[in-house]
């Protein structure tokens, strides 16, 4: 029997030196090809959380630059807005296409326009923020009281600046002749 149990090791001898050279192979192929590997697959797991972090701070800024550009683009319409209730020079031509829009809408007819107190040292006076104030005469006839009061309204609602500092209204044949002085302001160029 002792011979036998030194045969059954004999004849188990090649698959155990093939099972334990093989376990040997497949530890040497672990540390030295599993290990790298396991590594990278951490350091790429490692960057791809970390660009991705990146990349949810981007979208965070991409977000705040396109409120930002919207936010842009209204401030400039604003800005279109305020200079075209406020123009940098006094801008007679549009004024009197203003005046005589207002007033044919309102069925005022306007007989003349004048700069009021030109030459006068008040009519080029600055306000603050560098905004002077130019005063127009103008001479007109209502066909009625609710032409006249229409006209006021309009002037009121205009998209430019405009205030009037006062007004004549006399009844004569039929109509309402009317005299307005109206301040407007400009921006003094800088």
């Known amino acids: 029997m002792v011979e036998k149990k ?17 376990t040997l192979i497949a530890v040497l192929v672990i540390f030295l090809f599993g290990k790298p590997l396991f590594e990278s697959m951490q350091q790429t797991s490692k960057e791809l959380t970390e660009r991705r972090d990146v990349l949810a701070k981007l979208e965070v800024k991409l977000d705040n630059l396109k409120s930002l550009q919207s936010r842009e683009e209204e401030l400039k319409r604003d800005n279109e807005v305020v200079l075209a209730a406020l123009p ?3 801008d007679v031509s549009r004024l009197f296409v203003q005046f005589e829009s207002l007033a044919r809408e309102s069925g005022l007819t306007i007989d003349s ?3 009021a107190g030109a ?10 923020g560098g905004i ?5 005469q103008v001479s007109g006839n209502a066909k009625n009281y609710s032409a006249l009061k229409k006209t006021l309204t309009n002037m009121e609602d205009a998209l430019r600046l405009l205030s009037i ?9 039929g109509s309402l002749s009317t005299d307005f002085t109206i301040n407007t302001y400009v921006r003094n160029s800088q």
């Open 6 to 22: 030194g045969n059954d090791i004999k004849e188990y001898k090649y698959p155990l030196a093939v099972i334990g050279g093989a």
């Open 88 to 90: 940098e020079s006094k």
């Open 113 to 115: 326009v004048s700069e």
């Open 119 to 128: 030459g006068n040292a008040t009519s080029t006076t600055t306000v603050s």
């Open 132 to 136: 002077s104030p130019v005063s127009y």
């Open 165 to 173: 500092s006062s007004i004549n209204a006399n009844l004569s044949s």
